[in-house]
C-alpha cells in the first residue's frame, strides 16, 4: 500500500492557513468503497484509509516511511496565490474597475 505525503490545502470556508503548515501522511485506498444495499452507507474494509499521521517537516514523513519499509509519494506544496487587496480599495478614488451591482 503506497502512501501519500502532502499539505493538505486550506477549505473553501477558510481565509487562513489554519491547518495548512503541517506535513500529512495517509494511505491510498487499496479496496474501493461498496454501498450497503439495505441502508445505503459506504464503507469499506480497508482500516488503513482511516490512518492520518501529522509531521512538521516533509523530511520527518519521508524519514518515517522508510524507517517503516513504505513505499511513498511525495506530492509538494504550491504557494497559495494571494491577492491583497485591502476592503478601502473598493471605495478608492482612482478605482480602475466598474462598479458591477
Known amino acids: 500500500m503506497t502512501a501519500r505525503i502532502y499539505k493538505p ?7 487562513g492557513t489554519a491547518n495548512t503548515k503541517e506535513w500529512l501522511l495517509d494511505y ?6 461498496t454501498v450497503d444495499p439495505l441502508m445505503g ?4 474494509g480497508d482500516m488503513k ?10 523530511d520527518e514523513a519521508v524519514a518515517y516511511c522508510e524507517r517503516e519499509g513504505i513505499p511513498y509519494l511525495v506530492f509538494e ?3 497559495p496565490l494571494r491577492q ?3 476592503y478601502a480599495d473598493n471605495f478608492a478614488y482612482p478605482r480602475r ?3 458591477t451591482h
Open 77 to 79: 506544496a504550491k504557494p
Open 28 to 33: 491510498e485506498p487499496e479496496q474501493p468503497r
Open 97 to 99: 474597475e466598474a462598479w
Open 49 to 58: 484509509q482511516e490512518v492520518r499521521l501529522y509531521f512538521d517537516t516533509k
Open 84 to 86: 491583497r487587496i485591502s
Open 41 to 44: 452507507w459506504t464503507s469499506s
Open 9 to 15: 490545502a486550506r477549505t473553501a470556508m477558510q481565509s
